[in-house]
């Protein structure tokens, strides 16, 4: 068993705290505690052995919190979807000349590939390659739901964010010369709206406006953020799943499913959404661990600098006196993200969600906390 771990784990991973199950360390992940007038346990069990092994699975907080998400994603493919037919009615609507495709540069050097089902093919193995490799290397189910919410979470945040580009900015379609929209997008009522999303997502009906930024490449670039901040695998299975999302990338220029400038925004924005999220997540650890009060990098300077000087310092090499991020933004992704009930788990919230160190640590004692962990 271990030479076959040894041959699909990485070999960092004790260094780097991921060999076992982290959820092993919170005393407190099997407690029910209430969570919004919902009585359930912290966490999902680390080892399934009985029957209510199973059902723990499910009544727990982690898996509750997911299924918020996955209805917010949802949600938020509606609301993009919507956004999209009013584009193209807004494109229908205007002068024939605005209706020929626009030039492009990579467009003009790649040869055309004329089955745009490549595509669809290229991103369902992007999913599936994904989805696959985590249930089955995920250390525990904690993790599971936590890779599963942010992805969830982030792409919702990413539609309804495309939902916006493609509306106020109305590109020709790449793909069709004087394209017409579908007919349900232009007479169609609410429910026949509503059941033409399902032919949009299934890649069988094709509108004309749907370009910035392309959802698929967003897509496929986030199943490769996945891979590479939360993989436990040798480098060379993450290599896979990005030489098969790049193939994927390059056949939507291929196929003229969407302009360059659609694929660039899309690597750009949601790299851009993922390091955000992650980074906040980290701020959030490093307050409620460490009782930081304010920016952690600027409290962690005053713990460890023993001069009078220490924040002067912190400013000559950043000189950032009001740092970038909300508090309420900070709040927001501890909740997607479950820390709260981490920290319940680990004891630094009590059973009513309240932090035990509200009162603010002396710099002393966050020298003391701080040195703990070096």
């Known amino acids: 068993m271990n030479r076959l771990s040894n041959l699909f784990l990485s070999p960092d991973l004790t260094k780097l705290g991921a060999k076992e199950a982290p959820t092993s360390i919170a005393i407190s992940a099997h407690e029910k505690q209430t969570i919004a007038c919902i009585p359930l346990r912290l966490a999902p069990p680390i080892k399934i052995r009985t029957v209510r092994d199973v059902l723990d699975l499910f009544l727990n907080h982690e898996f509750s919190r997911l299924l918020l998400i996955v209805l917010w994603l949802v949600i938020c493919g509606f609301i993009e979807t919507f956004m999209a037919q009013l584009s193209d009615m807004r494109y229908h609507a205007g002068p024939a000349i605005s209706k020929h495709p626009l030039t492009d540069l990579l467009h003009d050097a790649f040869p055309l590939v004329a089955n745009t089902q490549i595509v669809n093919y290229l991103l369902t193995t992007t999913i599936v390659y994904t989805v696959v ?66 032919e949009v997502i299934g890649g069988t009906a094709l509108t004309c406006t749907d370009n910035i930024f392309s959802g698929h490449t967003s897509l496929m670039f986030s199943c490769c953020m996945i891979w590479r901040v939360h993989s436990r695998l040798h480098r060379v299975f993450s290599w896979i799943l990005y030489l098969v999302a790049t193939a994927g990338i390059l056949m939507i220029l291929f196929t003229r499913f969407h302009y360059t400038i659609d694929v ?83 004891r630094v919230f009590d059973e009513n969600g309240v932090w035990q160190s509200q009162k603010p640590a002396t710099m002393a004692e966050k020298k003391l906390q701080v040195q703990s962990i070096v």
């Open 264 to 346: 660039v925004l899309a690597l750009y924005i949601t790299y851009t959404a993922w390091d955000t999220y992650l980074r906040y997540v980290q701020e959030a650890s490093m307050r409620y661990m460490f009782g930081f009060t304010r920016e952690s990098t600027f409290d962690l300077f005053n713990t460890q600098l023993h001069t009078g000087d220490a924040t002067r310092t912190y400013q000559y090499l950043n000189w950032q006196p009001h740092p970038l991020g909300k508090k309420w933004i900070m709040w927001v992704i501890m909740y997607v993200d479950g820390l709260d009930i981490r920290l319940r788990a680990l």
């Open 133 to 198: 490799g985590f249930a089955f290397t995920s250390p525990d189910w904690t993790t599971r739901y936590m890779i599963l919410r942010r992805w969830a979470f982030i792409m919702g945040f990413l539609y309804v964010f495309r939902g916006i580009t493609l509306l106020v900015t109305t590109l020709p379609s790449s793909l069709i010369d004087e394209c017409r929209p579908p007919e349900i997008e232009l007479t169609g009522t609410v429910a026949q709206r509503f059941g033409f999303i399902t």
